[in-house]
């Protein structure tokens, strides 16, 4: 008996990122190895976009090499594995206006402060909490190359 398709459909990846979670983000080192770091991100015209440090390890990886992938993925038992893997390049975004417009985007995922996202921060506290960071930043939108995903649950707890 053939195996079902597990892949998810584009909607089924979209729906999936857009859900808030860590993903794991891999560059090329300078020695060629992979560098492996989580990352807090949110989708941005379709695509993944994060943002970090410029001085990180990262993003020094990928301005010597845009090559990333990156793993989003969830389950804890076989028949409730999920996961979406992107191939891709990185596209960089410096303006601090809109490193810092991502900044509100991500506290409206994340918990950056006590045990809860904050949503809707408006433009004074937003700046306020992250407008001396915003010019340290760069900004990375992951040009997908090729997507690969995985959805156990459609097996219906088959193996």
Sequence with gaps: ???KDITMTPDEVLAFLEEPRT???ATIGRDGSP???PMWYFVHEGKVAFRSFTKSQKIVNLKRDPRVTLLAEEGKTYAELRGVLIKG????VDDPAVILD???TLAG???FFGGEPTPDLDPNALDQAFGRFAAKNT???????????WDH????GAY
Aim: proline share 3%; glycine share 8%; charged share 20%.
């Design 153 to 156: 649950t459609k097996l219906g």
């Design 109 to 111: 995922r994340y918990a």
């Design 23 to 25: 993903i794991q983000v």
């Design 35 to 37: 560098h492996v770091a």
């Design 89 to 92: 390049e990185a596209r960089f």
């Design 139 to 149: 900004g990375v939108i992951v040009e997908p190359i090729k997507v690969i995903s």
């Design 1 to 3: 008996m053939a195996r």
């Design 102 to 104: 991502w900044y509100g």
